[in-house]
């Protein structure tokens, strides 16, 4: 069957991960063509889990690939300031400064802002990194909290969604590319979790009426087969 024609969801998913690549590799290229110099499509490839895409069985949740590198440059500045609240969060709940909270509810989104507040089910204990201090400061003449705040988000999810790649030549590229101030020492694992509750956090509610449906149904269902 000739490629072009053929719309199965194997050869969807191929076309959508060649997308991928492609601006990943664009990406890279343009914010930090010396070391995206060391980088090949193979390399690229394996960071989205081989050509077959086949994964072991494992009871931990599956290695993420980097689809977030892909994303527009807007998009991906969300992502790195709503990523590092997530990070930042037991130090985020103790600001009380009222111009430091707008800002950081400005820099993530009213939606974001409140699902990170409600949320008690990621309660880990890490601190910032070093050089990143817990207080934005207002260092250069015009500054403003709002923009030392969206840096110190930026800057803290930058340094954690590098840490979401395996060592070697794509994660020395892309933290290259992404410039955070202060390197962590994070485990792969542990990084990719954050990005995970990120993503969670940032998904849409679920409507009341849709989960009482849903209870209903799964009822419904119960009854029925009683």
Same mark, same amino acid.
């Given at each position: 069957?000739?490629?072009?024609?053929?719309?199965?969801?194997?050869?969807?998913?191929?076309?959508?991960?060649?997308?991928?690549?492609?601006?990943?590799?664009?990406?890279?290229?343009?914010?930090?063509?010396?070391?995206?110099?060391?980088?090949?499509?193979?390399?690229?490839?394996?960071?989205?889990?081989?050509?077959?895409?086949?994964?072991?069985?494992?009871?931990?949740?599956?290695?993420?690939?980097?689809?977030?590198? /892909?994303?527009?440059?807007?998009?991906?500045? !969300? &992502?790195? @300031?709503?990523? *590092? %609240?997530?990070?930042? =969060?037991?130090? +985020?709940?103790?600001?009380?400064?009222?111009?430091?909270?707008?800002?950081?509810?400005?820099?993530?989104?009213?939606?974001?802002?409140?699902?990170?507040?409600?949320?008690?089910?990621?309660?880990?204990?890490?601190?910032?990194?070093?050089?990143?201090?817990?207080?934005?400061?207002?260092?250069?003449?015009? /500054?403003?909290?709002?923009?030392?705040?969206? !840096? &110190?988000? @930026?800057?803290? *999810? %930058?340094?954690?969604? =590098?840490?979401? +790649?395996?060592?070697?030549?794509?994660?020395?590229?892309?933290?290259?590319?992404?410039?955070?101030?202060?390197?962590?020492?994070?485990?792969?694992?542990?990084?990719?979790?954050?990005?995970?509750?990120?993503?969670?956090?940032?998904?849409?509610?679920?409507?009341?009426?849709?989960?009482?449906?849903?209870? /209903?149904?799964?009822?419904?269902?119960?009854?029925?087969?009683?």
């Amino acid at each position: 069957m000739d490629e072009a024609l053929d719309l199965s969801p194997a050869r969807q998913a191929l076309r959508l991960r060649r997308a991928q690549r492609a601006r990943i590799a664009e990406r890279l290229q343009r914010s930090a063509p010396a070391a995206a110099a060391a980088l090949s499509w193979p390399a690229l490839e394996q960071a989205f889990g081989g050509t077959a895409c086949v994964r072991p069985v494992a009871t931990a949740a599956p290695a993420l690939p980097p689809v977030w590198l /892909a994303l527009p440059d807007d998009a991906l500045l !969300t &992502l790195q @300031r709503r990523v *590092g %609240a997530v990070f930042c =969060a037991p130090a +985020l709940r103790r600001w009380i400064d009222a111009p430091r909270v707008q800002a950081l509810r400005a820099a993530l989104g009213d939606g974001f802002y409140r699902a990170l507040l409600k949320d008690d089910a990621w309660q880990q204990g890490a601190a910032l990194p070093p050089g990143l201090p817990d207080w934005p400061q207002q260092s250069a003449p015009g /500054a403003t909290v709002v923009n030392g705040v969206a !840096t &110190l988000l @930026r800057n803290c *999810g %930058a340094a954690v969604l =590098a840490c979401t +790649l395996p060592h070697g030549a794509l994660r020395h590229a892309a933290s290259q590319a992404l410039a955070p101030l202060a390197e962590l020492m994070m485990p792969t694992a542990h990084a990719q979790a954050l990005l995970r509750r990120a993503t969670l956090l940032a998904a849409p509610p679920v409507p009341a009426t849709a989960r009482r449906g849903e209870r /209903a149904d799964t009822e419904g269902a119960g009854e029925a087969g009683a």
